[in-house]
C-alpha cells in the first residue's frame, strides 16, 4: 500500500524556521522524483519544489527559492523540505507527492497538471505572531 506520510507542520512566528518530512512506503522511492506542494485558505495547491530520483537535482517555484530547501534520503525513504524565514503567507497546507520533476528552461519547477502519482494528505502550516 502506496503512503506518503508528511509530518513536522505547526505554528511558526514570522521568521522562524520548520523542517518539513515526508516518510515514503509502499513503491520504490528511490524510482520516483519526489516534490512539495502547498494549499492556502481559499486558494488553489501550488508547486513548491521538486527533487529528482536521478542524480538529486533541486528545482523551485521562483518566489521561494532562497527560502526553502528540498531534500531526500533514499537510506531513510523520507523528503525533507526545510523552510526559512517564514511568513504569514506561507500559511498552507503542504503536500508531499510522488511522479515528476517538471522544469523549465530557467531551471524553475512548475506543475502542469499532470506527472504526480502519489500524494499525502498535508501537514498545517501556520506563520502568525
Known amino acids: 500500500q502506496v503512503q506518503l506520510v508528511e509530518s513536522g507542520g505547526g505554528l511558526v512566528q514570522p521568521g522562524g524556521s520548520l523542517r518539513l518530512s515526508c516518510a515514503a512506503s509502499?513503491?520504490?522511492?528511490?524510482?520516483?522524483?519526489m516534490a512539495w506542494f502547498r494549499q492556502a485558505p481559499g486558494k488553489e495547491r501550488e508547486a513548491v519544489s521538486c527533487i529528482s530520483n536521478t542524480d538529486g537535482t533541486t528545482s523551485y517555484v521562483d518566489s521561494l527559492k532562497g527560502r526553502f530547501t528540498i531534500a531526500r534520503d533514499n537510506a531513510k525513504n523520507t523528503v525533507y523540505l526545510q523552510m526559512n524565514d517564514l511568513k504569514p503567507e506561507d500559511t498552507a497546507v503542504y503536500y508531499c507527492a510522488a511522479g515528476f520533476c517538471h522544469v523549465d528552461h530557467f531551471g524553475r519547477y512548475y506543475y502542469p497538471g499532470y506527472g504526480i502519482d502519489y500524494w499525502g494528505k498535508g501537514t498545517p502550516v501556520t506563520v502568525s505572531s
Open positions: 509502499g513503491f520504490p522511492l528511490d524510482d520516483y522524483a
